[in-house]
C-alpha cells in the first residue's frame, strides 16, 4: 500500500494551512491526530516554499521545527520538510529519520546520519522566490526524471539506503508541465527509485478547475488517488483520513 506523509507547515505563511499549526503546541496536536489518521510520516516544515514566499532565515526555521520534531518523534516516523543543512541536521539529531529535500542537495546530511535515516529529492527549477516566473522545458518528463535519477544515484553512492525521487508538482512548472509530469508519473516509477508526490491543495488546482483554494480538497484527494494508482509509493497530502482511504482501495478492491 502507497505510504501517506502528512504536511504539517510550522509557518505562519504557508499556501493553504499558513498560520493554523504555527505555536508548538497546535502544530504537535495537528501532527499527532495526522498519525492518529494514519499518516505514515508527518513531514514538519518550517520555511513556506510557495511561489514569492519570504525565505526564512537558518536559526528561525531550526527554533520553528526542532521542537515539533522532537516531540512527535516519540509517537511515528516524522520527516523534515528543509533546503537547508543545518535544519535537516538538528531535526535528524531531534528524531527525525527522512530528510525532505526541495533542494535536492542534501544527501550527505542522511549518508553521515547512517543507516536508518532516508532522503527525498525533489525537482525544482529556479528557487521558490522565482520558480513560477517563466518556468520552460523542451521536454519537461525527461529533464525532471534525468535530474533526479542522478541525484538519487548520487546519494545511493555516497551511502544513503533510502533514497525517494519526486518530481517537485509546482515548483518551476506551469499547469501543463505539471499535468505532463502526473500523465507520466510510470516513466519516474519505472526508474526502480520509490517515487513521492504532492499535488495537495495546489495552485495549479485552482488554476484547472477555476476554483478557490478551499475547494480543491477534492481535487488533491482526486490526483493523489491517480498517482498511487500509477505507482507512486507515497504521496504528501493535507487531508489524512480521506487519502488513507484512497490508498487502501487503490491497494486492496481495486487493484
Ligand atoms: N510541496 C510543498 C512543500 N514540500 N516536498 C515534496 N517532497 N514534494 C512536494 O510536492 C512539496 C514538498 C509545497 O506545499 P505546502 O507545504 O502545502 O506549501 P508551503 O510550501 O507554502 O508550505
Given at each position: 500500500m502507497a505510504l501517506v506523509m502528512g504536511v504539517l507547515n510550522v509557518t505562519p505563511?504557508?499556501?493553504?494551512?499558513?498560520?493554523?499549526?504555527?505555536?508548538r503546541g497546535a502544530a504537535v496536536a495537528r501532527g499527532m491526530e495526522m498519525f492518529g489518521e494514519g499518516a505514515d510520516v508527518v513531514d514538519v516544515g518550517g520555511e513556506s516554499t510557495r511561489p514569492g514566499a519570504v525565505p526564512v532565515d537558518e536559526n528561525e526555521e531550526r527554533r520553528r521545527v526542532v521542537p515539533v520534531v522532537e516531540a512527535l518523534a516519540a509517537h511515528g516516523r516524522v520527516s523534515v520538510d528543509t533546503r537547508k543543512r543545518s535544519v535537516a541536521e538538528a531535526a535528524v539529531a531531534a528524531g527525525a529519520s527522512l530528510i525532505n529535500d526541495i533542494?535536492?542537495?542534501?544527501w550527505e546530511v542522511a549518508a553521515e546520519a547512517g543507516p536508518g535515516v532516508g532522503w527525498v529529492a525533489m525537482h525544482l527549477q529556479g528557487?521558490?522566490?522565482?520558480?513560477?516566473?517563466d518556468p520552460r522545458y523542451d521536454d519537461v518528463v525527461g529533464e525532471v526524471r534525468g535530474f533526479l535519477v542522478a541525484r538519487a544515484a548520487r546519494a545511493r553512492a555516497a551511502g544513503v539506503d533510502e533514497v525517494w525521487i519526486d518530481?517537485?508538482?509546482?515548483?518551476?512548472?506551469t499547469a501543463e508541465h505539471n499535468l505532463s509530469l502526473l500523465r507520466h508519473l510510470d516513466a519516474f516509477v519505472a526508474t526502480g527509485w520509490p517515487v513521492l508526490v504532492g499535488t495537495s491543495r495546489k495552485r495549479f488546482l485552482q488554476r484547472l478547475l477555476e476554483?478557490?483554494?478551499?475547494?480543491v480538497i477534492e481535487a488533491s484527494l482526486a490526483t493523489a488517488v491517480m498517482a498511487m494508482s500509477a505507482g507512486a509509493a507515497m504521496v504528501r497530502v493535507h487531508d489524512v483520513a480521506p487519502t488513507v482511504q484512497g490508498a487502501r482501495l487503490v491497494a486492496g478492491p481495486i487493484a
Open positions: 505563511d504557508s499556501f493553504s494551512d499558513g498560520g493554523q499549526w504555527f505555536g533542494s535536492a542537495s542534501l528557487t521558490p522566490e522565482t520558480m513560477q516566473v518530481p517537485g508538482i509546482g515548483f518551476g512548472k476554483s478557490p483554494a478551499d475547494d
